[in-house]
């Protein structure tokens, strides 16, 4: 760094901490070229290969989801890649089919154990209500954001809470109000019946 901009960055920092001994210089009356003086002091660093690295792979940052990849995992028979992959794509809203008004639904590929089950995303409007149904199989569910409440069995779950109803069940739930949409991972054996229709695995 040259003396005149040593003399400019001391003036610039004394002008930062408000010291009434700024003697007036150009950077007094103007601390932008204080600052640009210490920027074109500094010199380029090539950064090293590691650190390269390290800055293109925290880049790819896991989705905001990806805590519940062990158990999406699980619930769909897949590998934890493939789970991951799954919980990404819940933030594209090409993905989604908009059933009911304020109903979503994102169907996903599952492993041979869920092979004949419904497997899906589904994404409910906080406040709506999700019509009754009947699960023709065993259906499991994980909340992943917000919650929903159960009036006839007068149950409420929240993210992270998982609910399990057997074949023949039948029920109607309501996303919780006053906060963020309901988020969850339906997987019903077999299929399930609402609004006169059947929904069978695709």
């Not at 103007?30 to 390269?52: F, M, Q, T, W, Y």
């Not at 869920?114 to 209500?129: H, I, Q």
């Not at 739930?173 to 019946?193: I, N, Q, S, Y």
């Amino acid at each position: 760094m040259s003396n005149r901009e040593h003399r400019e960055l001391d003036v610039f920092l004394r002008e930062l901490q408000g010291d009434d001994a700024a003697d007036g210089g150009t950077a007094a009356r103007d601390p932008e070229l204080g600052l640009i003086a210490v920027c074109e002091s500094l010199k380029p660093i090539a950064p090293s290969a590691d650190l390269r690295a390290r800055l293109l792979a925290s880049a790819d940052a896991p989705s905001r989801l990806a805590r519940f990849a062990d158990r999406v995992a699980e619930m769909l028979d897949v590998g934890l890649d493939k789970a991951r992959e799954l919980l990404a794509r819940i933030d594209d809203p090409s993905a989604w089919e908009e059933q009911l008004p304020g109903v979503s639904f994102l169907w996903v590929e599952g492993g041979p154990r869920v092979a004949a089950a419904v497997r899906g995303f589904v994404r409910v409007r906080a406040g709506l209500d999700f019509p009754d149904h009947e699960h023709l199989g065993d259906e499991v569910t994980l909340v992943l954001q917000g919650g929903f409440e159960d009036p006839e069995r007068k149950l409420v779950f929240r993210a992270g809470d998982i609910d399990r109803m057997p074949t023949g069940t039948a029920h109607g739930f309501r996303a919780l109000a006053g906060g963020t949409d309901l988020l969850k991972l339906a997987v019903v054996h077999t299929g399930l019946k609402a609004l006169g229709q059947t929904y069978l695995p695709r």
